[in-house]
């Protein structure tokens, strides 16, 4: 401010932040971070936050489902490093998709569906057999940690993850560009990664855990579980998780944004043909 009191009028209004500078990332890690918070220091159910985390991972893969039913393009699966549920290498596409595509409009506002895409979708379902995974030590039980608060936070997720897959997939029109393969692989991605992460962790942890307890402090985790509640104790746990889901936003943020993006975001952006159809297009259109 000058020293008649006037403000200055040489300072422009205030930068936007970059989705996908710096201050973003680090916005994104501490959105991420605070659920982490709210269990060790007020006592928030674990297991309720683990619920809301793979309710969001498997309406992205419903959601995914749901769009792929919309994307025009016929499936490539040569030369493949990553292949969904339901296919492989040796796979080979059904006579379905050497005919004309077929497609079927539902309502006025959405882009006609096509009905040989339902194969596809139908096989990619299988995923949830991963998404089982974590269940299994928890049985029936995790039916009680669907509470109000985890039923609110739903919504909330369902309509995120619905916002999302409009903007990335039918505000761009993407789905004139994608095959059904590349839309519900870009779910599967995030399952997969998710479930190596868990992997590389719930075993070292146990373990490492295990190990102190019964070599250097007999009783630790009851002791730490007494002074600081459940959430100190599965700390190790939740960490990895939770950066994980912090990796996971980040990466599909520059997947969509950015035109070439490095680093982890390559695995979110998976294998695309469309460069291969543009180059056939842009020949098709000089010839």
């Known amino acids: 401010m000058p020293s008649d009191g006037s403000p200055r009028s040489d300072r422009g209004p205030s930068r936007p932040l970059a989705p996908t500078g710096r201050g973003a990332l680090a916005l994104v890690v501490a959105t991420n ?10 006592g928030w159910r674990v297991g309720e936050l683990l619920a809301v985390y793979w309710i969001e991972v498997a309406v992205l893969v419903l959601a995914h489902a749901a769009a792929a039913m919309f994307a025009e393009r016929p499936i490539v699966l040569a030369d493949r490093s990553f292949y ?15 005919r004309e595509p077929e497609p079927t409009r539902l309502v006025p506002w959405l882009p006609p569906i096509y009905r040989r895409n339902f194969r596809v979708v139908r096989r990619s379902l299988g995923v949830f057999v991963f998404l089982l995974f974590p269940l299994v030590p ?25 916002a999302e897959v409009r ?3 039918f505000a761009q029109r993407a789905y004139e560009d994608q095959s059904p393969y590349m839309v519900v692989e870009a779910a599967q991605r995030v399952v997969f990664f998710y479930f190596v992460i868990g992997t590389l962790t719930v075993v070292p942890v146990t373990a490492v ?3 102190i307890e019964a ?15 459940v959430g100190a104790v599965l700390l190790p746990y939740l960490l990895p998780i939770t950066l994980a889901k912090a990796v996971v936003e980040w990466g599909r943020r520059r997947a969509f944004r950015e035109d070439d993006p490095d680093g982890v975001a390559t695995w979110f952006t998976g294998e695309d043909p469309r ?13």
Request: aromatic share 12%.
């Open 167 to 169: 903007r990335e997939f």
């Open 138 to 162: 928890v049985g029936w039980d995790a039916l009680s940690y669907f509470t109000p608060t985890v039923a609110l936070a739903t919504l909330g997720v369902c309509g995120a993850q619905v």
């Open 275 to 287: 460069r291969e159809w543009k180059k056939e297009e842009e020949s098709a259109g000089e010839g």
């Open 209 to 211: 855990i295990f190990a």
């Open 215 to 229: 070599a250097l402090a007999p009783g630790l985790l009851d002791r730490v579980g007494d002074a600081f509640g």
């Open 33 to 42: 971070l605070l659920p982490l918070a709210g269990v060790v220091a007020f």
């Open 84 to 98: 969904i549920t339901g296919y492989d290498e040796d796979a080979e596409r059904d006579e379905v998709w050497e």
